[in-house]
T-cell receptor, first 110, second 113 residues
Framework: GDSVTQMEGPVTLSEEAFLTINCTYT??????LFWYVQYPGEGLQLLLK?????DKGSNKGFEATYRKETTSFHLEKGSVQVSDSAVYFC?????????FGKGTLLTVNP | DGGITQSPKYLFRKEGQNVTLSCEQN?????MYWYRQDPGQGLRLIYY???????QKGDIAEGYSVSREKKESFPLTVTSAQKNPTAFYLC????????????FGPGTRLTVL
């Protein structure tokens, strides 16, 4: 089945720092790729997605590019804010299912 | 507003009791999903349903049961056979295409006393 390896956390940054969270996956077929974000005590919210190779998903200053040759979908943001503190999940989606990474806890300090 | 509701937000049960978690959506989505979340383990799929009156086991279905009698509802029963039921349970739905986005409810935190 599908699997995903996500950068271990926790990650602690100062406000306005650059963020990268690495994600690599294995999947049968040609999956769509998703990043979800979870704030404390809440459900998951879609952050961005990409459905084919070289597509770039973007939202709220976050970006990730679908790299088929390296089976990667790394999340980046140029300048993080305190409000970005949350857990981030990478997830390839195929065969009607999502496979989630273990999540990366990001804490941004003022 | 369209969305997914889960109730209750917090649930306590005694060991050996069955308990049912509610999930309702008004997004007119065909597919619905149940996940379990434990600290440090991400989300694991329990059951999913692509259409009314049909559902499939996910990766950790043992000790759980579901029904899908209506399009908008997908209740999950945690039975006494589930050996470690304390967890955060998340329901999701999607339009139903192979690679459609899943939208999540706020979750139910179940604690077994």
């Amino acid at each position: 089945g599908d699997s995903v390896t996500q950068m271990e956390g926790p990650v602690t940054l100062s406000e306005e720092a650059f963020l990268t969270i690495n994600c690599t996956y294995t999947a049968t077929g040609y999956p769509s790729l998703f990043w979800y974000v979870q704030y404390p005590g809440e459900g998951l919210q879609l952050l961005l997605k990409a459905t084919k190779a070289d597509d770039k998903g973007s939202n709220k200053g976050f970006e990730a590019t679908y790299r088929k040759e390296t089976t990667s979908f790394h999340l980046e943001k140029g300048s993080v804010q305190v409000s970005d503190s949350a857990v981030y999940f990478c997830a390839p989606g195929s065969n009607y299912k999502l496979t989630f990474g273990k999540g990366t806890l990001l804490t941004v300090n003022p | 507003d369209g969305g997914i509701t889960q109730s209750p937000k917090y649930l306590f049960r005694k060991e050996g009791q069955n308990v049912t978690l509610s999930c309702e959506q008004n997004l007119n989505h065909d597919a619905m999903y149940w996940y379990r979340q434990d600290p440090g383990q991400g989300l694991r799929l329990i059951y999913y349903s692509q259409i009314v009156n049909d559902f499939q086991k996910g990766d950790i279905a043992e000790g759980y049961s579901v029904s899908r009698e209506k399009k908008e509802s997908f209740p999950l029963t945690v039975t006494s056979a589930q050996k470690n039921p304390t967890a955060f349970y998340l329901c999701a739905s999607s339009l139903g295409g192979v690679q459609d986005t899943q939208y999540f409810g706020p979750g139910t935190r179940l604690t077994v006393l």
